[in-house]
């Protein structure tokens, strides 16, 4: 298990366990905005804690918009969320927020202070914790995602891929029980995106992770969810749902194109 996110006392950094893994259950779930245009409609579905979803489909399939509704940065237009059986309304979002935490596409939607080291540090002193604990929590996290000494350098100055991983850190640092990870390895070179798909394959949290990138999602996923316009077009194992390549084509996830490359680039056996 990766360090630093092992899910036992004693080995998590800040001094405290990871808490219990959400569920989740969404029921008839729509969204209109305001414009009129429907990207929801009527979407349901439940998660065990600690179950590792991917959801794939087209940009504009509302992948992004369902995971604003899970820590109520956006409210239904019909249907519920539910996270522990609590439903996502006004009146509980501080608890939700502390529960389910969103690493966005955008990194620069997510630092919002001078250098990493606050940026880390924000989540967890907003929950309490004492200034030495929030400080083992952002070391802990900046470890995990290779960014040990980062804590003084500005966000401003950082790569893109960089940026990614520091949003990441964030997160991390307030340890909340359902993750959603939005297209994680966009941009990042390949070692990096080996070591993240291990990151988030050893979470003990519920994991949800929206990718086009399906091969290094297989890795840490064992379900898969394909949406289309704003409905669930298949919900089942990772792998059996990646086999049909006529189900991946029609959403535009078409990946055995890059594996007969691959293949083809291999040398040939001697004969």
Known sequence: MTKN????????????????ACALEIDGLRHRYASGREVLRGISLALKPGEHVLLAGRS?????????????????????????????????LSHVRNRVGIVFQDPDDQLFTPTVGEDVLFGPLNQGLSEHEATERMEAALEVVRLEGFEKRLNHELSHGEKRR????????????????????????????????????????????????????????????????????????????????????????????????WNELQPNEPS
């Open 60 to 92: 504009g399939a509302g992948k992004s918009t369902l995971a604003l509704h899970l820590n109520g940065i956006l409210l239904p237009s019909g249907g519920e969320v539910r996270i522990d059986g609590r439903r996502v309304d006004k009146s509980n």
């Open 166 to 261: 520091a949003a990441l850190a964030a997160v991390l640092a307030m340890r909340p029980g359902l993750i959603v990870f939005d297209e994680p390895f966009a941009n990042l070179d390949p070692a990096m995106v080996e070591h993240l798909a291990e990151i988030i394959r050893d979470l003990p949290v519920t994991v949800i992770l929206i990718s086009h990138e399906i091969l290094p999602a297989l890795q840490c996923c064992r379900r898969m969810i394909v949406m289309g316009a704003g409905v669930i077009d298949a919900d089942g194992e990772a792998i059996e749902v990646a086999r049909n390549r006529e189900l991946l084509s029609r959403h535009g996830l078409d990946f055995y194109f890059y594996s007969r490359v």
């Open 5 to 20: 996110i092992d899910p036992r006392p004693g080995n998590n950094g800040g001094g405290r366990p990871w808490p219990v």
